[in-house]
């Protein structure tokens, strides 16, 4: 899937990061905000809407706005990249299909070694008992 038509959507804002920083940090913005909206995407089909709604529903507004924000760097166009990136993981990770567990037959040699391990230990059990005297 070409996520770059998905950057069409996507709007940044630029706010001042929190913390420490002296007086440079508060005249600059370098955090960076991403918003992506998506009830309103022409970019996903109906069903990959509902599969991302899903998996990113502790994370959506409920308005469906997904708001991710990075702060980590100095430099705006970092922050941007980073952010961009992140959430292009987070878009391909959410709406991967995960594929049914086959479960498979357990092996013939597997149960015939349980039972001889059972048996083994239950006669090393049974020769510690004190011999039957009638």
């Known amino acids: 899937m070409d996520l770059s038509q998905l950057v069409n959507e996507i709007i940044y804002k630029s706010v001042r990061s929190s913390g420490s920083g002296g007086q440079h940090v508060n005249k600059v913005a370098t955090k960076i905000e991403l ?3 998506l009830n309103n995407s022409k970019f996903f089909n109906q069903e990959q ?25 100095r430099s705006q166009l970092k922050n941007k990249t980073i952010v961009t990136k992140r959430f292009f ?15 498979s037959k357990t092996p013939v040699a597997v149960k015939r070694k349980r039972l001889a391990i059972k048996k083994k230990t239950s ?11 009638d």
């Not at 809407?49 to 760097?73: D, F, M, P, V, Y």
């Not at 993981?89 to 479960?103: D, P, Y």
């Not at 006669?123 to 005297?133: D, H, L, Y």
């Open 123 to 133: 006669e090393k059990k049974a020769n510690r008992k004190p011999p039957k005297i």
């Open 35 to 37: 918003y992506f909206d």
């Open 49 to 73: 809407i509902e599969r991302l709604q899903k998996n990113l529903q502790n994370r959506l507004t409920k308005a469906g706005i997904l708001i991710l924000s990075c702060g980590e760097t």
């Open 89 to 103: 993981e987070l878009i391909e990770e959410s709406i991967r299909e995960e594929k049914e567990r086959k479960l």
